[in-house]
Structure formats: C-alpha cells, structure tokens
C-alpha cells in the first residue's frame, strides 16, 4: 500500500513540474534583440571615439565581434514554499502541497578582434569607388550628405579638411551644388548611374531631365553653356580636348571621412583643446564649418543622461550626440554603412582574438 502512495505521488510531483517547465519555458524572453541593441550601442561609441580621437591628433582603433556564444541554464526545483497539510480526519492521510520552481539563466561569451595589419591600414586609408558611392546614391540615402562624406573635390569646388593644419578649405559654392543635386533629385529632375564613358574606371553620370535645373549646374560649375548630363569621374586629368560636362571628382577614404566630420566637434576655449594644443578648427576662419551640418558632437564636464543618442568619456570630458538630432543620426548610420562596405572583406584569420565573459 505505502508502495503505491509513493508511486503516485511521484507521479502527480512529476507532472506538475513538466507541466510547470512545459509553461515557463514559454515566457522566457528570447535575448537576440538585446544582443543586437547592445551591439549597436556599442559601435555607435566606438565611432564616435574615434572622430573625437582624430580630432584630437591621435590615430582610431577599431575592434570586431567575430562571435557571440551563450550558455543557457534551467534549473527545475520544488522550492522551499513546500507545505504539508494533515487531513482533519483523525488517522487520515497526509497531503503534500508542492510548489515547483523554474529558473533559466544565459551566459554570454563574446570574442573580439582588433582591427589592425596592413590589410586593414589600407582599406582605411583607400578612397572610395565610384561604384560604391553610386551604390549608395541608388540605396535612398541623402544625396547631399553623401556626396558631402564621400567627396573632397568636385571639379575646382574643394571640399577639404587638413587636420595637420587645423583648417577647413570648404568651398561655398560645393555645398550649393550637392544641395541643388538633392533638391533636384527630389523632384525627379536629376538621375544618377554609372557609365564607363571617359573613364578607365566606372564613373557617375549625372541625367539632367529639366533645362532650368542644367543652367543652374551650369552657373555653379561654370560652364560655358548648358548639358543634358554630366560626367563625374575619378583619376582623369583633363586637357583641353576634354567636354566640359566631364568633371573630375576627388573621393575620400574612410579614414578621410571621419577627419572631416571630427571638425564637427566644436571646443573653442575648452581646457582639452589648449591642453593639447589644438584650437577649434573653426576659429579663425572665414569658411563654415559644414560639417557640423551633418554631423554635431556636443562637449560635457558631466556624464549627460538625458536626451542622449551615445556618449564616450574621453580625457575628463564627455562627448555625446544628442537623440533629436536627425542629422547626425542619420550621418552616424551613413558613416556605419561606408564603414562596413569598404573594410567589411577584412580577413581576420590571422589576427589576434581576445573572449571576454559577460557576467
């Protein structure tokens, strides 16, 4: 008899605890979309890191997540809240109360690289083909902001950033013309494409669909009369035989890229700046700064926690960008973007691995 009891009761202990696991396991939250938010947090800093250490004199280091691994745990117990209850009957049997218990936990392990070697050196310091910027024209991303990123000259508008200088050589009338090329493109009166006309490489070609839109690109690019298209190519020396609707353009690396947007912090008169003798690139000088249009980066002595899109201490001072600003944001994701098409092929086999837990 007290063998059967035993028997049943393991049996009822067994099924409430399945039962219990059968539904608990169904609330435990997947973790993929915290990694992802995590990652993506993080890259944002390690970006703006590396603008504010440019802008500082100082060269970027980048490091890679190769892997992210889990060990997941379940843990199945009938708890300390278990009771047992007499029957009121005298000589009755006794009842047990159980009261299981699920627990599920996950250890994560992540393995870095550092992002280093002269294969990595040279696609950070390699400028960006035609065909990746026509890729990113065709992709829905702003035509002014990438142009603006991507490109230090257009024809004679220069567009530049001398870090080592500490000046800005922005043309105004650059800035006009990837301005009249978005406002265009918005209303559908300019088109982009690659063509292999007057190029050994594949180059930009530019379809004006509208007269009044071709002399305002004539006036801005100082042509002698007005063009259906024109030609924007990379490595082409023009003589004088050369159509004037073929434009030679100087593209940007990525590591030109973040020089330029790291003129976008402005520390005029702050204690880091004249500490390490730098000023602001913008004092002093009679051109705008335009990439603080694109990309703004503000200066704290305290860690900001309020309306904050990321943030990096850096040398006693915070440097954050600011959640309501769409510019930015955009400029960041733009930057990721760049980032990932010209250094994303980088083989890593060779390069050292660092694991870190996370506990």
Known sequence: MKQKIFLLLTLIITLQISGCAHVALSQIPQNRANYNLALNDSDNQQFLLNIVRIHYGLSPYFIGVDTITTQSTLTIGTGDNSQINTSPVDNGPTFWTLNPELSFSQTPTITYTPLQGNQFVSALLTTIPSTKISLLLDSGWSIDNVLQLTLSQIGNLENNTNLAKNTNSVDNNFTKFTRLLQSLYDQNLVDFQLTSSYAQNNAILVTINNKEAAGQIAKLLDF?????????TRHYIKSESTPEFVIPIKTRSFYGIMNYLSGGITDQGLALAKQQGLEDRSSGSTNKNYAQNLFKVKISNK???DN?????????QWFYITNDD???KSTLSLIRMIFSMQLGDINRSNLPIVTIPIR
């Open 303 to 305: 860690e900001p926690s």
């Open 224 to 232: 002698k009369k007005t063009h259906d298209y024109i030609i924007l």
């Open 308 to 316: 904050v899109l990321t943030k990096v201490s850096y040398e006693g």
């Open 326 to 328: 769409i510019a930015s």
